[in-house]
């Protein structure tokens, strides 16, 4: 059975977010965000439910454009995600299957952005936001997880028409025959972040009850997975991670996992190839580069996927392996990287979720034929009660046994939203939330890990629909 729906017109909030320090990556440090929600109604056969998306718009990451401020990015993100919608109520005014809507909604977007060349990662941004609120309904109004309507394939989903190397294949034939009950969360160390209470400055201590530094974060979590982000100088990033081993050999010992984050950072294949082979003939870095996993888009996102990065990955036999992230913004984007020598992608909720899945789907096909790939979990801050757990559905249902989680650490918990909505998550998720000593509601970590059980019990991972109309709204271009 596939259900078919008719959209009413999308509503924008917002709530401007700041988080605890800045949290510097790449050539941007994000301090103040604008959180948007985006609400609709989905009606499948005269039942109605209201549904709900929401995403942090984090600076200089769907474009990475030194030249311009945040404040000149910001109406462009706003068009795409107010472009997206207004094609999904055109698109949805008769009764349409979720996945001939996605594909239309997805073909409009791109043809659009394409004539005023708006990059792929950002004019997918309005389809991933539109597509959440959809299956958010969707969801609700089958009283079903996301889990059991992708294993019933109740969206219709063709996996063929995306990739055609999967034929007839159905999304259960490729994806984990159960969601993870929990996962390990991968903890970012940013480019400005200390690694012990001694490095940061007096002026620059955050005392809100929770820690700040990487050791304090390790001793309060039991962490035991970590993201590193690299500056590309290699002086300050040989520096830093021979400081970093002795601290995880101090604090862990040997039961700890690495990935590299390059954020587009370095100029080309070869100077990140003298780097990381620098780095590898370094004795003090031996034991951190024995647990390294993966290595994240060492090079800018214009360049990643020409043909001169594939000769660079093609004469680099024993190379690390390498995913894109940022280049992975459109259909197509992996294949491509794989025939270059990568070796997988990550998933995040704003590259999509009908995309995540086809990705997840070819990865692993591929993988039973014998290749070596893999697909990584990654956050953007991504923060609870809406985007967080939306998110953790995805990567649960997509297997992802360690994700990259760094909103608990830029931002005091969910203690920016309203107390009701506070006590509501902890209510329904207690699994996941916790009350802090001081009154919030917090991200529940234990031993690295965070519990997934009613995440996957709820429709897209939120079981209560928060009204979001208590903050401003949004006007959209």
């Not at 649960?396 to 830029?410: F, Q, T």
Request: a negative charge; hydrophobic letters at 40%; glycine letters at 8%.
């Amino acid at each position: 059975m596939t259900d078919r729906f008719t959209l009413s017109s999308f509503e924008f909030f917002v709530l401007r977010t700041r988080t605890r320090f800045p949290f510097r990556y790449g050539i941007a440090s994000m301090t103040d965000v604008p959180h948007l929600f985006v609400r609709t109604t989905v009606t499948v056969t005269g039942k109605s439910s209201l549904s709900l998306s929401a995403e942090g718009l984090p600076p200089k990451w769907f474009t990475k454009n030194p030249a311009t401020t945040f404040e000149q990015d910001l109406p462009e993100l706003l068009e795409v995600i107010s472009h997206a919608a207004k094609l999904a109520e055109q698109i949805a005014q008769a009764p349409v299957s979720f996945f001939d809507f996605w594909r239309e909604l997805y073909r409009q977007q791109n043809d659009w952005a394409n004539a005023r060349t708006i990059a792929p990662l950002l004019a997918n941004l309005g389809v991933s936001l539109v597509e959440r609120a959809v299956l958010d309904g969707l969801c609700r109004g089958a009283e079903e997880p996301l889990h059991r309507m992708i294993e019933a394939n109740r969206l219709g989903l063709r996996l063929g028409e995306i990739y055609a190397e999967l034929g007839s294949a159905q999304p259960r034939d490729l994806l984990p025959a159960a969601p993870l009950p929990s996962c390990f969360v991968r903890h970012t160390i940013g480019l400005g972040d200390g690694l012990t209470p001694a490095d940061i400055p007096a002026g620059e201590r955050v005392h809100d009850g929770l820690p700040q530094d990487l050791e304090s974060s390790i001793r309060e979590y039991g962490l035991r997975y970590f993201k590193v982000k690299l500056f590309a100088d290699a002086e300050r990033d040989l520096a830093r991670l021979r400081e970093l081993s002795r601290l995880l050999e101090r604090e862990i010992g040997g039961d700890y996992f690495v990935t590299l984050d390059g954020n587009e950072n370095f100029q080309d294949f070869e100077s990140f190839r003298e780097f990381w082979q620098k780095a590898a003939g370094d004795s003090a870095l031996r034991e951190l580069w024995r647990r390294i996993i993966v290595v994240e888009q060492p090079v800018h996102r214009d360049r990643a996927l020409s043909e001169d990065p594939g000769a660079a990955l093609r004469s680099w036999p024993d190379r690390p392996r390498l995913i894109i992230d940022e280049s992975d913004g459109a259909l197509g984007d992996l294949p491509r990287a794989l025939a270059l020598g990568y070796a997988g992608t990550s998933h995040k909720n704003c590259k999509g979720i009908v995309k995540g899945i086809a990705n997840a789907c070819l990865l692993e096909k591929r993988r039973r034929d014998g290749e070596r790939l893999v697909l990584t979990g990654e956050d953007l801050c991504n923060l609870g009660p809406v985007a967080l757990l939306q998110d953790l559905a995805m990567m649960a249902l997509l297997g992802i046994e360690h994700v990259e989680r760094n909103g608990h650490h830029y931002y005091r918990g969910l203690s920016m939203w309203p107390s009701d909505w506070q006590d509501a998550v902890r209510a329904a998720h207690g699994d996941l939330y916790a009350r802090h000593r001081e009154g919030f509601a917090h991200l529940h970590i234990r031993d690295g890990r965070v519990a997934l059980g009613s995440v996957n019990a709820a429709p897209l991972g939120v079981m209560t629909l928060f009204d979001p109309s208590r903050f401003e709204r949004q006007p959209m271009p």
